[in-house]
């Protein structure tokens, strides 16, 4: 372990365990498993092809870093994380890599915010360690933060709320970061960065973020003034955050667009088991959201064209509805299904109902179909919300008397955007009649330009995540990958995979349709590798 390292973690051996919950809303996790017995050296030699020092960067642009994100200790793996492993730091530097995010769940190394659990923080310290020797930048990210996670449902998110709750969550999250800049306080920023955040969420205004986020940068410039803090942006690390840009913050971004092609079948995402096959370019697929009058910029029908004979039976399965909604269903303009949907507190139709104080409503999940007759011939179906905010769907189907069935199943979740016609053909295909695939340069224009000039403006960007699950076609997550990494280079971003080693990661991510190598006692994606390593 290097010296500046070394005398960081003495300064914190003065720090006494803690013994009070971290936050009543986040539950408690375990420690994590103990280091070996020894600990990396003190000397500064550096290990792996990395010989290069690593490049300084700043508020204003950041070095385009390339590498990976480690998550061995991060919240979803709840009281059971897992050791990290020297090996992937090993690989990391004999392929050219030098940046690492360890995606951090502050429960297994603090529970009195402000006070650091020696044996806890040993794992994620002698990780660091390993990196440090092998000149890999180290980004430490909180992946949970008192009063903030997307790891639970409904959704913890007090840390943005006004009142003494908030307040108090604020404080806690505040003093976390205080006594790790305190710890670390010497470490150059070209070896050590702090992300503050993961992913604060589509509900999140800039307001609410920057009352979070000041007090947090203020206590860690008062410990430490050099130390390079980086902010995700909102809606998922979707949006810059130009509120923020007065704090002297980079930014980080995560790019995971089209979800349907990234998180397809992947387990955590709801209906994501229902979507079509993916392609790359992304044929359009039905949108998810169907909007009523409270959104008259893109309240729309969805519509259906084709034959439909006398007793065809339509089924739509409603998944979430907001606030209040008048679905109705017609054939050829005859109304042959009105359902009215209020969710509110307590029990009802609804499955779970959960109350948004930032929107001042409650949003259902109903997860229910809902089924009529067509009376006559039709040549046209059609649903929408007649009345109230939105609901969305996910998956309608028409029986058809001697036709094939037809089943439309979304694929998109982009709101605010308008429903589309669809022609049934006569093996019951829809087709849209109007769109266009998604493809690279549409990427750039919704999800990369808008950060390049943020860039341009004088705020470092980087690309904290991205990635694509294993259950996408390996052809397809190749085709999207080596455009995404080619607009990262247009952009001048460094970036991380979020897995190594796993779903997402060219090394032992269990996809059915790769043929792996054998290296070094794992199983390689030599395709995926040599990607990155050209990206």
Not at 133 to 147: S, W
Not at 153 to 174: H, M, N, S, Y
Not at 339 to 350: H, L, N, R, T
Request: net charge neutral; proline share 8%.
């Amino acid at each position: 372990m290097g010296r500046l390292l070394r005398r960081a973690l003495l300064r914190g051996a003065a720090h006494a365990a803690g013994a009070v919950a971290l936050g009543a809303c986040i539950p408690p996790a375990s420690a994590p498993s103990s280091s070996p017995a020894g600990s990396p050296g003190t000397s500064s030699r550096v290990i792996g092809s990395n010989a290069s020092p690593l490049p300084v960067p700043s508020v204003e642009r950041l070095p385009r870093w390339r590498g990976f994100n480690l998550n061995e200790r991060a919240p979803h793996r709840e009281n059971k994380p897992l050791p990290y492993e020297q090996w992937d730091f090993d690989f990391m530097a004999e392929q050219g890599f030098n940046f690492v995010r360890l995606a951090e769940d502050p429960r297994r190394w603090t529970t009195i915010p402000g006070q650091i659990n020696e044996a806890g923080i040993a794992e994620t310290e002698r990780a660091m360690g390993w990196a440090r020797e092998r000149r890999i930048h180290v980004n430490l990210d909180m992946h949970a933060v008192p009063g903030y996670t997307e790891y639970t449902r409904p959704r913890v998110a007090t840390l943005w709320e006004d009142g003494p709750a908030g307040d108090e969550f604020r404080r806690q999250f505040t003093e976390i970061w205080r006594a790790l800049a305190k710890r670390y306080r010497g470490i150059p920023s070209a070896e050590l960065s702090f992300d503050l955040i993961n992913e604060p969420y589509d509900g999140v205004t800039p307001a609410a973020y920057v009352r979070a986020a000041e007090p947090v940068v203020a206590a860690i410039r008062a410990e430490d003034p050099s130390r390079l803090i980086v902010a995700d942006g909102t809606k998922w690390a979707r949006i810059p955050v130009a509120e923020l840009t007065r704090l002297k913050v980079a930014q980080s971004t995560h790019m995971y667009q089209p979800i349907q092609l990234t998180h397809y079948k992947a387990g955590w995402v709801q209906g994501s088991d229902k979507w079509p096959v993916p392609t790359w370019p992304l044929q359009p697929a039905a949108n998810v959201f169907i909007a009523g009058p409270f959104h008259k910029d893109f309240q729309s029908a969805l519509i259906l064209r084709g034959d439909f004979p006398a007793a065809s039976e339509v089924r739509i399965t409603v998944d979430t509805v907001s606030k209040t909604a008048d679905l109705v269903v017609r054939a050829d303009a005859k109304e042959i299904l009105r359902k009215q949907f209020a969710p509110g507190p307590g029990s009802g139709e609804w499955k779970i109902s959960t109350f948004r104080p930032q929107y001042n409503l409650y949003e259902g999940t109903y997860d229910r179909p809902y089924v009529a007759a067509v009376p006559a011939a039709a040549r046209e179906i059609s649903f929408e919300v007649a009345a109230g905010d939105w609901l969305t769907f996910s998956e309608i189907r028409v029986r058809r008397p001697g036709a094939a069935e037809v089943v439309l199943l979304p694929g998109s979740r982009n709101f605010g955007v308008r429903q589309s016609t669809y022609t049934i053909d006569a093996a019951g295909l829809a087709t849209p009649t109007s769109g266009h695939a998604t493809d690279k340069e549409d990427l750039w224009q919704t999800e990369i330009a808008p950060w390049k000039g943020f860039a341009d403006g004088g705020v470092g960007v980087h690309v904290g995540e991205f990635g694509a699950y294993n259950m996408t076609p390996h052809d397809v997550v190749l085709r999207w990958m080596t455009d995404v990494l080619e607009l990262f280079r247009r952009a001048g971003s460094g970036w991380a995979l979020w897995n190594l080693r796993g779903p997402f990661g060219p090394m032992d991510s269990e996809r059915s349709d790769v043929r792996y190598e054998d290296y070094k006692g794992h199983r390689l994606d030599r395709a995926m590798l040599e990607l990155l390593r050209a990206g």
